[in-house]
């Protein structure tokens, strides 16, 4: 049975991305939500986990799955 929820280090593991990058994306605003489990403990639900999953999707697409402007080739 999977964990309800992860470490920084479980997330890390799980989503195949380094913790230097976790945190320089934490620091942007750009990490997955998280909530504080005692004194220095930060957990993130698999919940949250999935939704942030879902978001990197498509990365070199904009909102609703279009292109951004300029990816084409040039006429």
């Given at each position: 049975m999977a964990k309800k929820f992860l470490s920084i280090k479980?997330?890390?593991n799980e989503t195949g991305i380094s913790?230097?990058?976790f945190y320089t994306m934490?620091?942007?605003?750009?990490?997955p939500?998280?909530?504080n489990a005692g004194n220095k403990r930060?957990?993130?639900?698999?919940e949250a986990m999935e939704e942030w999953v879902?978001?990197?999707?498509f990365p070199?697409?904009?909102?609703g799955g279009?292109?951004?402007?300029?990816?084409?080739?040039?006429?």
């Open positions: 479980d997330f890390c913790r230097a990058l934490r620091k942007n605003g750009d990490a939500a998280m909530f930060v957990l993130i639900s698999r879902k978001k990197q999707a070199f697409f904009g909102r279009k292109k951004r402007a300029g990816s084409g080739k040039k006429a």
